[in-house]
């Protein structure tokens, strides 16, 4: 058997802000949970028309749920909550086995370095079912075979396993010098962050395969671009090139060095709609039931103001930062950012973002 | 279904020290592994001869392990290395389903206050399972019905839920004034301290009877004496009697106030082989395979030097007594305890210890 992690060695782990502080991502996820809101009601339906509990449930009275890239709540808290009782509803509503009570086992998993010590802390009291931890990269095994009936995995796969080689390769013709990022780099760069997307989703979806029982279902919500739009349109181009030109004033300024700002790339991919069809069809062993484009949720007005999203790209990203450049400059860095973040001129074009749900059914 | 746990409210955590700190329960736990050593040999046999395999695993290809009171290794590591070859080994070698891969799935669990992060960093890379942290305590259900085929829990049951009501109760005939621990006191708070074992042990065995398979096996290894001794011949009670004086002593000095003192006792109970017989009679859902007394393990000298027994006693007690007296006192009252151990005349009767194995069944 494969549990062992081989990757583990070349993979980059990238927690989420731990504890309950201000800059935690505890405290900095609501844009998250928006979304998550705007998905319940697909989530809902594509459990009561797609799931067959009578096949699922068929040896055992236990339903077992894993959520992804959990980090440390609350939002994994809901998002589980909601897939528990949509399949409760499900199954008193068909009085399936009606004498049986279903019970829920949860897994919440995480890269090992996520704070899951705060995470148990914060499990709900009045939880319906049985929780548990696992510590792991999702695009390795994380569980038996056949084990998990309902996979979900929030703002998660988005994050690559790691910064494709070639990128901060001198000698390769992929190296983004002075670019954190690849939306707006050369096509050398963006093809080898397409080819990394790739074989990482093939990796996730090969791991699930063999996780999931016969008619499971794995619910996705995914940050990306509309098909068809070239990389640097993407909204995060905007905050990503905004944070490379501080980080570029801090070795200007001697604080950051030219070295350290070359080999540093955010391991992160939007993928269109229909690149992750693309790589489902290539995998072969799910079916797409679901597919479909989130509404907006910017009317709670809770984004795009300087200082919201200086807290939400800092609880994403500093252990990043932090990991490549020190503490010390995580404090200058985000007041810099901020700084620059509100002397944007308004009319600039706001760049284009989507955030898709995909439901997968295993066949 | 009851997976809240309604118990959190009274119940107390007292988890080992974290970390990898010199004063760590990591490095501070050689004698129990020293007696989970002594216990293979038992457990393997018990594995190849009371397992049933063939019923265990007719619906799935899973095996299930549940450790409880892991605490955060590397004892934990060992305990369910030993299981899992001796499961494969008599899987092999009764050439049972040879065409399938049997895969292992191994639930590491003790209280939510555990150190799962330093846990979860020290899983071996080389393990041959899939891991999982289930933070809870085991007076309650931590896993859905008939889920684990084999718990294992060493040097855990000895810890009761709770300090009996009675005893820091200042109106009650069992109040346990100026002491620390039921060894050298009254029969009144020695009773308290009996009905709290029998208490908590219906309360462990009702929730393993649900969480365990039907001809799962539970091994516990328990710290306790032998029956018929009083509790005051206890090997433990020199020890809680030296750290008693030591806290006298700086109640003495002001240090630490008396009320404080009054109010502390250690959750812990030394039970007999005759008296878990008991419970798991009185609970009626087990049938006891195995129940052997551990051959003693001083032989490598490694116990009952002052050094060690100070290191091994605050590893175990320093979160109990920091909560209760403030981190400033630590220091301190374990230099005095080290100074007082040394001091002991060396004629002095080291009283009764004995660990004891049992191997439970699942009627």
């Not at 399936?96 to 705060?118: A, G, W, Y």
């Not at 955010?266 to 797409?288: H, T």
């Not at 039931?289 to 009317?299: D, T």
């Amino acid at each position: 058997m494969a549990a062992k992690d081989t990757s583990k060695l070349s993979e980059e782990e990238h927690p989420m802000k731990g504890g309950d502080g201000p800059n935690s991502y505890a405290n900095n996820s609501a844009y998250q949970k928006e979304v998550a809101g705007a998905a319940k009601e697909l989530v809902d339906k594509a459990i009561l028309e797609k799931l067959d509990l009578k096949v699922l449930l068929s040896s055992s009275k236990t339903f077992l749920i894993a959520d992804l890239g959990c980090s440390i709540g609350p939002n994994t808290f809901f998002a589980v909550k909601n897939i528990l009782e949509a399949v409760k509803f499900k199954y008193h509503s068909h009085q399936l086995c009606s004498d049986q009570v279903l019970e829920f086992q949860v897994f919440f998993s995480d890269h090992t370095s996520n704070d899951f010590n705060m995470l148990f802390k914060s499990l709900p009291n009045n939880r319906q079912y049985y929780a548990a931890g696992v510590p792991g990269s999702f695009y390795g095994r994380l569980f038996p075979n056949a084990s998990i009936h309902i996979f979900h995995a929030s703002y998660a796969i988005h994050w690559l396993s790691r910064v494709p080689k070639e990128v901060v390769d001198r000698n390769s013709p992929a190296w983004n010098k002075g670019r954190i990022h690849y939306l707006n780099s050369t096509d050398e760069v963006k093809r080898a962050f397409e080819a990394q997307l790739a074989e990482d989703m093939e990796c996730f979806l090969h791991a699930r395969a063999q996780e999931i029982v016969c008619g499971g279902l794995m619910v996705l919500i995914i940050p990306g671009i509309p098909h068809g739009i070239p990389h640097s349109h993407a909204l995060a181009n905007m905050t990503y090139q905004l944070l490379e030109s501080c980080l570029m004033d801090m070795v200007r300024k001697g604080i950051v060095s030219e070295e350290k700002l070359d080999s540093f790339n955010i391991p992160m991919y939007f993928m269109s709609p229909q690149e992750l069809e693309g790589c489902v069809e290539r995998n072969g062993c799910f079916s797409i039931e679901v597919m479909k484009i989130l509404p907006h949720v910017l009317a709670h007005g809770t984004v795009y103001n300087a200082l919201v999203s200086t807290s939400h790209l800092r609880a994403a990203l500093e252990g990043m930062i932090e990991q490549q450049f020190g503490e010390e400059i995580l404090d200058d860095l985000f007041d810099l950012f901020h700084k620059k973040f509100e002397e944007q001129p308004s009319t600039s074009e706001p760049g284009k973002a989507i955030n898709f749900l995909v439901v997968l059914k295993r066949n």
